[in-house]
């Protein structure tokens, strides 16, 4: 009996085919290409709602790297590579400083 059982589980899970379990199933969804499809698309499959939201969250990081852009001030790059900022990088520094001012002043910061 013994000889049968054992028979049995070397060839029972040899090749057969078995169902993902549910979480495996749902992340195969994330591993495509990022850019994988054109987001203008007309034969493109997915729905207005989709793109609608798609459009949204794109606008929306778009705008966070505009505003960390921002947030730096001129001279950073010239700094962060070791170098001196140019004259112009400095005076829009110096602009950027008095405007900031200008705005506390007024008490819109």
């Known amino acids: 009996m013994s ?5 049995y589980d070397s060839h029972a899970d040899d090749g057969d085919q078995k169902n993902a379990p549910q979480e495996e199933d749902m992340d195969r969804y994330n591993h495509g290409k990022e850019n ?13 709602a989709d793109r609608a ?3 949204v969250k794109r606008e929306a990081e778009e705008d966070a790297a505009t505003a960390e852009a921002n947030s730096k001030p001129p001279t950073a790059a010239a ?3 070791g170098n001196k900022p140019s004259r112009g990088a400095e005076i829009d ?3 950027q400083n008095a405007e900031e001012e200008e ?3 007024k008490g819109k910061i």
């Open 3 to 7: 000889d049968t059982i054992s028979r």
């Open 36 to 48: 994988a499809h054109a987001p203008f698309d007309i034969k493109d499959s997915r729905s207005l």
């Open 53 to 55: 939201a798609a459009s």
């Open 79 to 81: 700094l962060d590579h």
């Open 93 to 95: 520094e110096e602009i």
């Open 103 to 105: 705005l506390k002043d």
